[in-house]
């Protein structure tokens, strides 16, 4: 028999949000060639018998920082690590700075030594100077923007009149609003309250952010969003009542989709007690009653993506507590610990685990199915899941060059094996055998006039 396929997965079990069947896994190319049980060995190149493990979809994180310790080619790289093979990136246009001229440099910047293929996300800091020009972004292939509308201080705050005009530019060319809500100027009052002085500790963070303002920045963004028709994308929920004007947007039959991440349903805000500022995360970490709702909720569909909010910044520990930055290393991790902390732990399977961390992503990002699946003609994007390696997380063993780890010294059951991206290997038996530059740019579909089909 003449030779079909390039590789062939034989023994697995494939996931996909559709479901869970024993099959092997053909590639020809770049692509799916086939998936069925017990596909004729003698017609593949190569053979790979991975008997016990998850065949999942590339995973596909949305939510990453490239512009701070790890740029775009070691995010591509770190995130390999984990079983990611898509990203999207937040392509930053700071005080001063044009959009364009900013996404057009991260997309060249990425195309020349991503290791992965990714897309972007336009993020505006000066929004006056900066919505004029998301039509001429988009002709770039980029249709999801972000605002902030918190950090008054710092003066990256979108108020109500540039988000809702922004909102209605989006709405009428195919666009997405990614927005950051949580109410700025009440937070600045608070921060100034509990962080300054003499007083100032990490123990008072989350005094400073509290959910409930939360909570009011989402229900503002959804209502300016419903008034001019506009899809909206509410990245890192973090607690349980900032699900309520979730769930009544989605009643309501609003295009209104949230993501929340692994830091916020595997941690509680104890953490600060002994990390101090590295465990500083905008919106912060919160209570152990948090986590079990955005679990359940992440369970019930009301949230329907993880993504890991990378971002890897360097802090002083001991200096100001104030002064230091948001974020935290989590793109190496978000597949393991949302496998560990969700399917092991019984609180969602692992159809559901593929459907936030690939499908969802791809549908909702213009994506799918070209991402997000395991199907004849989808990009060969594959990700052998090992259910049964043990692997204790520890800054030394992990590759962001932040040099921590939130999750320093947990056990977590299921790691990452191998990887394959567009038919290529891409984590090959723990370490990373693509090359920079092998990413490709994924222009995003724009909007579909139907409901996106989420699982």
Partial sequence: MN?????????GIVVTGSGIRRADVAVR????????PNLPREAAREVIDVAGKYIFPGIIDVHVHPVYLDDVEASSRVAAYGGTTTLLHFAYARTGEGLYEQVEKMLTDASARS????????????APRQVPEIPRVM?????????????LKQGWYTDDYQLIKAMDILAERGGMAIVHCENGGAIDYLEDK?????????????????????????????RLAEVVGCPLYIPHVTAARVLRPIRQAQAEGLKVYAETCPQYLNLTQDILETRGALAKIGPPIRTAEDSAALWAALADGT????????APKAKDVHGDFLAQGFGSPQIETLLPMTYDGGVNAGRIGVVRLVQTLCENPARIFGLYPRKGTIAVGSDADLVVFDPAREFTI????????????LYEGRTVLGWPEMSFQRGKR????????AERGQGRFLPALGASSEPICLH
Avoid: C
């Fill in 3 to 11: 030779q079909q396929f390039d590789i062939l997965l034989t023994n």
């Fill in 426 to 433: 891409l984590l090959w038996h723990g370490e990373i055998v």
């Fill in 29 to 36: 190319g770049e692509t799916i060639a086939a998936v069925a």
């Fill in 303 to 310: 949230l329907q993506v993880v993504s890991s909010d990378h």
């Fill in 139 to 151: 002709e770039l292939g980029v249709r999801t923007f972000k605002f902030f509308l918190t950090y």
């Fill in 115 to 126: 290791l992965l293929d990714f897309g972007l996300h336009g993020g505006m800091f000066e």
């Fill in 394 to 405: 520890r800054a030394d063993n992990q590759h962001s060059a932040v040099g921590y780890t």
């Fill in 194 to 222: 509990y962080l300054k002085g003499p007083n100032a500790s990490a123990k008072y963070f989350n005094a400073s952010r509290p959910a409930a303002l939360e909570e009011e920045g989402v229900f503002r963004a959804i």
